[in-house]
């Protein structure tokens, strides 16, 4: 499973990036804004820090104004995905999109007539939003399953981005569920790889070393 970032601080992103375990990231204007940067800045920089697709998203609500801000942040770097909402206007940019060869990432899916939807139209990626899903009650990663069985049946080319990660449980879902990939905030990265028998054991094991007889 290929794991993505999903932040806009370039810090965390370097720092994960460094464990040699990240394949791509995923940001949003919320992500953006928190960073209190220019987004294009933004945006420049995590391409410089990791060699994958980067989503960067759309904030008009027409198409032709969405194509137009896509081809301008499709030519900050060629790695760049553009992030376009699902909802009508969407669906007609992200088909417009692929004709012109940008690659889109349909993003607030929450249910998989959407991803359907959005995988018709030929999304690469489809980033359904589990985490608001469980806020509100629902069964995010229900979701999931279905939207994995639905594009295996018709062999659907978009690829799954489980996003709204909220907890390492979820990613072991989405991986168990056979999703493409996982988008991960940065302190679930962190949680990811730490257990508390590791850090015991590493004490101890530093701990007897120390009395182990060193040649002098
Ligand atoms: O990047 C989109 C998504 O992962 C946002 O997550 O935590 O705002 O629901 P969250």
């Known amino acids: 499973m290929k794991i993505f970032l999903d932040t806009a601080n370039v810090e965390h992103i370097k720092e994960a990036s460094s464990w040699g375990i990240i394949d791509g990231v995923t940001t949003n204007p919320t992500l953006i804004a928190r960073e209190g940067r220019n987004f294009e800045d933004v945006v420049k920089e995590i391409c410089s820090i990791v060699d994958g697709p980067i989503s960067a998203e759309v904030v008009s609500m027409k198409s032709d104004e969405m194509v137009e801000e896509a081809k301008g942040l499709a030519q900050i770097h060629k790695n760049i995905v553009i992030k376009v909402p699902i909802m009508p206007e969407g669906l007609k940019t992200m088909k417009r999109l692929k004709e012109l060869d940008i690659k889109t990432n349909a993003t ?109």
């Open 108 to 216: 607030l899916i929450f249910s998989p007539n959407q991803a359907l939807l959005a995988a018709k139209v030929g999304a690469t990626y489809v980033s359904p939003f589990i985490g608001r899903l469980d806020d509100i009650g629902h069964i995010g990663m229900d979701i999931i399953r279905d939207i994995m069985i639905i594009f295996e049946n018709y062999k659907f080319e978009s690829e799954v981005i489980v996003a709204s990660i909220r907890n390492p449980i979820h990613v072991i879902d989405a991986a168990i569920a056979g999703a493409h990939i996982a988008t991960v905030p940065y302190d679930t990265l962190r949680k990811m790889v730490k257990h508390s028998l590791t850090d015991v054991g590493i004490e101890r094991f530093l701990s007897d070393w120390e009395k182990v007889p060193k040649v002098k």
